[in-house]
């Protein structure tokens, strides 16, 4: 049952692997039912590139419609 627990991950990712440890430890918060609002920083020798995820899209799939709509209704 989800209880309402935001998590915030920031992450500075250097390389394509460091990309794929941030999904895999993001699915495995997903499992644990948690929110998560992710925010992705990716920096190259040229250029930022800021990706964020709104955790209610991203969790959503995860969710039950009640505990979402409980959530959500109570914020």
Do not use: R
Not at 7 to 31: A, E, H, M, N
Request: glycine share 2%; net charge negative; hydrophobic share 50%.
């Amino acid at each position: 049952m989800n209880k309402g627990f935001s998590f915030t991950l920031f992450f500075l990712l250097d390389s394509p692997v460091t990309l794929y440890l941030t999904f895999i430890i993001s699915f495995f918060f997903f499992f644990l039912e948690q929110e998560i609002l992710l925010m992705i920083v990716f920096q190259s020798s040229s250029k930022c590139i800021y990706l964020m995820i709104p955790e209610m899209i991203w969790t959503y799939p995860f969710l039950s419609t009640a505990s979402y709509q409980s959530h959500y209704l109570s914020t």
